[in-house]
T-cell receptor, first 113, second 109 residues
């Protein structure tokens, strides 16, 4: 019963460093998402992928890149981390289509110093 | 553009009292609305969605297209309802799902 798995759970970076957040789902879902959660700002969509091979920008894509490596995996990359990217990052997936629910990962707490 | 507004950051309600968490949306097409909940130390999970018109844990939500609202209601609050609640919206045009800023519900004993 893995569902959506995110790694790592915690990460501390220095300004300018790069890193990739990994996400994998084992539910054969078509759609995958990356959100960031900040106090007072709620959940904001960074990027999403409606199907393998496609990605689209969300509300706050600047400073991030994504790769839909295959149907299972959707990674989020910070090329040059900034303190403003300190946040909790959530990956989610769904079967796709209107009204389908999201399944969330447990989150990655990222601090950029 | 799609937008979800949850006007209350924090709502404190006594146990046994009615609860109403407000959600208003802005969308020109035909939206689908959801409520998600995040209990302490648990993952975000779906509470209910308009498309299935279900009632979960005593919560209900009615889509009012005239007022562009999808308020979440429960007649009698329970202590285990304390959590962070997010209203979300998607459309029939793409798979983008947008969330509001969330309301923290605190049930007082």
């Amino acid at each position: 019963n893995a569902g959506v798995t995110q790694t790592p759970k915690f990460q501390v970076l220095k300004t300018g460093q790069s890193m990739t957040l990994q996400c994998a789902q084992d539910m054969n879902h078509n759609s995958m998402y990356w959100y960031r959660q900040d106090p007072g700002m709620g959940l904001r969509l960074i990027y999403y992928s409606a199907s393998e091979g496609t990605t689209d920008k969300g509300e706050v894509p600047n400073g991030y890149n994504v790769s839909r490596l295959n149907k299972r995996e959707f990674s989020l990359r910070l090329e040059s981390a900034a303190p403003s990217q300190t946040s909790v990052y959530f990956c989610a997936s769904s079967t796709g289509g209107v009204g389908e629910k999201l399944f969330f990962g447990s989150g990655t707490q990222l601090s950029v110093l | 553009a799609q937008r979800v507004t949850q006007p209350e950051k924090l709502l404190s309600v006594f146990k046994g009292a009615p609860v109403e968490l407000k959600c208003n949306y802005s969308y020109s097409g035909s939206p689908e609305l959801f409520w998600y909940v995040q209990y302490s130390r648990q993952r975000l999970q779906l509470l209910l969605r308009h498309i299935s018109r279900e009632s979960i844990k005593g919560f209900t939500a009615d889509l009012n297209k005239g007022e562009t609202s999808f308020h979440l209601k429960k007649p009698f609050a329970q202590e285990e309802d304390s959590a962070m609640y997010y209203c979300a919206l998607t459309s029939n045009r793409d798979d983008k799902i947008i969330f509001g800023k969330g309301t923290r519900l605190h049930i007082l004993p």
